[in-house]
T-cell receptor
Framework: RKEVEQDPGPFNVPEGATVAFNCTYSNSASQSFFWYRQDCRKEPKLLMSVYSSGNEDGRFTAQLNRASQYISLLIRDSKLSDSATYLCVVRGLNNNAGNMLTFGGGTRLMVKP | EPEVTQTPSHQVTQMGQEVILRCVPISNHLYFYWYRQILGQKVEFLVSFYNNEISEKSEIFDDQFSVERPDGSNFTLKIRSTKLEDSAMYFC???????????????FGPGTRLTVL
């Protein structure tokens, strides 16, 4: 089983649509969870951290289900500028408390006019 | 806004040559990292560095790789004898020490694209 698994997509949606991405991770002892955004040939940039109680930042909502080892990202009212690859990222995946980040393969989103 | 910088942006080298990739982390950060991303694949952790020593490393980070913080600002990744499969984008990142919050962001540089011929 992959350590962090995502549907690679692409998700092709019209502007204004709501789209949801899911991610599963393999180690129940994982400590912190994030969604990063990566534009083509650019560095990953933090979109939002994912808190146990779920959290929202504008049009973006992240949820964590520790029991199911499942993380989600919901994007409402999609903009053309949301087109990117969304990376599910887990910290502390191994059996130590280190800082290494483990990345999923990413889900590609294409928002069309 | 402070940012991580990396040089060069693109490095082309012959197989078997040594390369040094350079990074300037954000000035008040104490943890430093190297990740790589082979074209079309996921971002992979290589190594983390704290207090002038390696704190974690992955299986990818074998004896061909080394890291150094030669002065107060630069953080380097050296590949002693490059192989074709080392061709990738190499990202440097930095972060502050963990505080009470577990959500400690790692800030990534723009990357160095390494091409091994």
């Amino acid at each position: 089983r992959k350590e962090v698994e995502q549907d690679p997509g692409p998700f092709n949606v019209p502007e204004g649509a709501t789209v949801a991405f899911n991610c599963t991770y393999s180690n129940s002892a994982s400590q912190s969870f994030f969604w990063y955004r990566q534009d083509c040939r650019k560095e990953p940039k933090l979109l939002m951290s994912v808190y146990s109680s779920g959290n929202e930042d504008g049009r973006f909502t992240a949820q964590l289900n520790r029991a199911s080892q499942y993380i989600s990202l919901l994007i409402r009212d999609s903009k053309l500028s949301d087109s990117a690859t969304y990376l599910c990222v887990v910290r502390g995946l191994n059996n130590n408390a280190g800082n290494m980040l483990t990345f999923g393969g990413g889900t590609r989103l294409m928002v069309k006019p | 806004e402070p940012e991580v910088t990396q040089t060069p942006s693109h490095q082309v080298t012959q197989m078997g040559q040594e390369v040094i990739l350079r990074c300037v982390p954000i000035s008040n950060h104490l943890y430093f990292y190297w990740y790589r991303q082979i074209l079309g694949q996921k971002v992979e952790f290589l190594v983390s560095f704290y207090n002038n020593e390696i704190s974690e490393k992955s299986e990818i980070f074998d004896d061909q790789f080394s890291v150094e913080r030669p002065d107060g600002s630069n953080f380097t990744l050296k590949i002693r004898s490059t192989k074709l499969e080392d061709s990738a984008m190499y990202f440097c990142a930095s972060s502050r020490p963990l505080d009470r919050s577990s959500y400690n962001e790692q800030f990534f540089g723009p990357g160095t694209r390494l091409t091994v011929l």
